[in-house]
């Protein structure tokens, strides 16, 4: 049967091309589809608007549009699967992020990974360059992960930590590496065609352009990016 979602929400991610897909659709329809709610996690649909996949979930299943019925899983993560965008180079491909600290590239059409990136850090917010073999990761859960259940016994060193981690992730090499830590909790996350990096907190927009952002060596952290406070 269809997967059960890790918790009761799932989010999308609905480019151009699949609107008209989507809003055929009945009402309630992707709200039902993604297990009640919709904006939380990141989903994405093929190419031809005719499939779309959830986040959200262990796995990375794969539901029809025009049938609204389930169709396969991708299976391989083991913790909940946060987002998933199709590879702009070959859209029979997909990437998966989650919290167990991979990044998973599938070929969705057979099922199959294809390969397995360890990065050792969750990964909450996703999304791949369009400009380059990069992607841009958001992980606030090591600081989540630190927390007792009782959170009066939080001593005051872990309250005060650091909550967000902006990364960028070469896809080739599997390299990762941190550009911005900060203590707002940073929760959106999308990459523009002319190579912006755009993601916001509660109280600031954050832009970082991969065009003047040097190739070689460690930057100052946050040095090539801008903040505008909202």
């Not at 991610?13 to 589809?33: F, R």
């Not at 005719?50 to 262990?58: C, H, I, Q, R």
């Not at 169709?71 to 083991?78: A, C, D």
């Amino acid at each position: 049967g269809a997967p059960t979602p890790a918790n009761e929400t799932a989010g999308k991610e609905i480019s151009a091309v699949s609107v008209n897909a989507a809003e055929s659709l009945a009402t309630g329809s992707l709200s039902y589809l993604a297990g009640g709610k919709l904006g939380h996690y990141k989903f994405c649909t093929s190419a031809d608007s005719k499939y779309v996949f959830l986040a959200g979930y262990l796995s990375v299943p794969c539901y029809s549009i025009a049938t609204r019925q389930w169709r396969f899983s991708m299976i391989g993560h083991s913790k909940p699967v946060t987002s998933v965008c199709i590879n702009p180079k070959n859209d029979t491909q997909l990437y998966s992020a989650s919290l167990d600290g991979t990044v998973r590239l599938w070929e969705w059409e057979e099922g199959s990974c294809l390969r397995t990136i360890q990065i050792d850090v969750p990964v909450d917010n996703f999304c791949l360059s369009q400009v380059s073999m990069k992607a841009y990761i958001i992980s606030y859960s090591l600081d989540r992960a630190d927390r007792n259940d009782n959170e009066k016994e939080i001593d005051k060193e872990k309250k005060n930590a650091t909550r967000s981690r902006f990364m960028e992730l070469d896809l080739q090499r599997g390299n990762l590496r941190r550009l911005l830590r900060t203590k707002t909790e940073l929760l959106y996350l999308q990459c523009s065609s002319q190579g912006w990096v755009v993601f916001a907190g509660s109280k600031h927009l954050y832009m970082f352009s991969e065009k003047h952002h040097p190739s070689t060596g460690t930057p100052k952290d946050g040095s090539s990016i801008v903040r505008v406070t909202l």
